[in-house]
């Protein structure tokens, strides 16, 4: 299946509830949802159906019981049978919903969130998923409604890392704990790059973001990270850059601009003295070049 295509931006102010920054619903799919990637989370199990789904470049099949992830770090396309459909319960919610380590497990989580449930755990995770329908569709504040809300996603999230890890065969609370002792304006710039590395992001917009003075932020950072903060998100945006040139048809000029990077030479420069190609070989070695 030819997934590449240009990628489009969702934005929270088209998708969220300004007011709880949270959303969600239940419907069946029968068209494709081309390639994208959001300025929030979202969280999809599927009821019924069939269909492909790619996420980050790797294509995988949806069938009754699969749940995933996508971060704002991602971009991914989701393609229904086109005679069964698929139906599905979409949750899409902001970081600020969730307490700052758990979107911190989503950021780092080193596997893709990605399974396909069966028997209990099924049970379980659509039965939470129908409590977060339900308590969105009350039409009046009942007490403790955002708690619950807030509370139900999580334990669907931790769910899915720790089903997602055990598939992977990976460890993950030895990488968290080594990320908790990173102090918390460190973690709390991390996320708030994570979210914002794509357009015009500077020191000291994190610091003020932390509370933090330029410099003093800048050698915290450093001293955690183990780079400088230009190191970091330059890093991320070629890493993001590499990935739209092997997965989708944008433009080389296009990948740069939607990576981060203000002027083609520039993009071409530092993509080059990172990956030791320039951005043509890239898209050469997908197989689409421009």
Known sequence: MDFKRWADRYTKEEHLQQTAFFNVLEYKCMQPYVLHW????????????????LLNGTEMTLSPGSL??????????VHPD????????????????LDEEVSG???????????????EARAVAEADCRTLLREQAE?????????????????????????????????????YCRAAAVPGPVRQALHYIELRYRDPLTLSMAADH???????????????????FQQ????LRLQYADKLLQRSDLPITEVGYMAGFSTLPYFNRAFKRFFGRTPND????AGTAD
């Open 38 to 53: 959001h300025e929030f989370f979202e969280l999809e199990m599927i009821v019924s159906g069939k269909g492909k789904h």
């Open 68 to 77: 995933f992830v996508v971060a704002p770090t991602d971009f991914h396309e």
């Open 82 to 97: 086109p005679e069964e459909g698929i139906e599905l319960i979409n949750v899409k919610f902001a970081e600020s919903f």
């Open 105 to 119: 497990w989503l950021y780092r989580c080193p596997v893709p969130l990605a399974v396909t449930l069966a028997g």
């Open 139 to 175: 039409n009046r504040e009942r007490l403790g409604r955002t708690h619950l809300l807030r509370g139900t996603l999580t334990r669907l999230l931790i769910g899915l890392l720790r089903a997602a890890s055990d598939a992977a065969g990976a460890v993950l609370p030895s990488e």
């Open 210 to 228: 932390v509370g933090l003075s330029a410099s003093y932020f800048s050698d915290l950072f450093h001293r955690h990270v183990g780079r400088t």
């Open 232 to 235: 970091y998100v330059l890093e």
């Open 282 to 285: 890239a898209r050469k070695r």
